[in-house]
């Protein structure tokens, strides 16, 4: 007798580690659809210790005057005119200069191409070059089943034309001994803007962590020209 078939809330109910490993394979976009997607799914705040990098980010994407992210609020105020620290409107401005570009909420699955303090510098499931795939990092802490459907659907109807499958698996990708049978938990299928989940009969691709491997600098992961031509192709798609 057949497996009752997985209802998506059987997947919901699955367990995952507080760190587990990433794998994402898919079909390659263009460089343009992938500057896209690098700027949409960035959560914007350039967390890098390369402070001339985060100084013309900032600068450009939120129009202040050049500032590292930890200067960020002081740089708004500066530019409102604010004489305290009104953290309501620095709060709104930065996010209208975000959703001027469509930026996506999400917890987990951001591309970290622009900058990145991380070891292993710039990483993401979207490559500047349009390459689809990633198997060198996890995602967390702790995240649900339940979490990562709910921002691969929004990616999804964001970007209709990506075709991937993604694994988490119930190891981190540096440590495949940490449990008895390491595997994947769950399988997400992405095309034509929806998101399936299936139970996994083996690895889509093997993780293992990974140094850092391309880029502009130990943590950029573009050039400043790149980044200018997303987030202007970006504001004039959403201007209102």
Known sequence: MAKP??????????????????????????????????LRTDSLYFSTNDRPWAEDLNSYLYDVESCSSYRLTDAIQSK???ADRDWEKVSRYMNAA???????????LNNHQIASSWIGGAHGWCSWNGEIGCSNYNIGKWPS?????????????A???LELKCQLMNHEASDHDSV?????VVEFRIKNGRVKMVKPEDYLKRPSFGGWSGGFGNERGCNFSQFKRAVDFCRAKFKK
């Open 5 to 38: 078939k997985m209802k998506n809330q059987d997947f919901f109910n699955l367990g995952l580690p507080k760190w587990p490993a990433l794998v994402v394979v898919g079909e390659p976009v263009t460089p343009e659809q992938a500057a896209e997607i690098i």
């Open 80 to 82: 409102l005119g604010l």
């Open 98 to 108: 975000t959703a001027a570009v469509g930026r996506i909420p999400l917890n987990y």
């Open 145 to 157: 089943v339940g979490d990562v459907y709910d921002e691969w659907t929004r990616i999804a109807k």
């Open 159 to 161: 970007f209709p034309f």
């Open 180 to 184: 008895d049978d390491p595997g994947p």
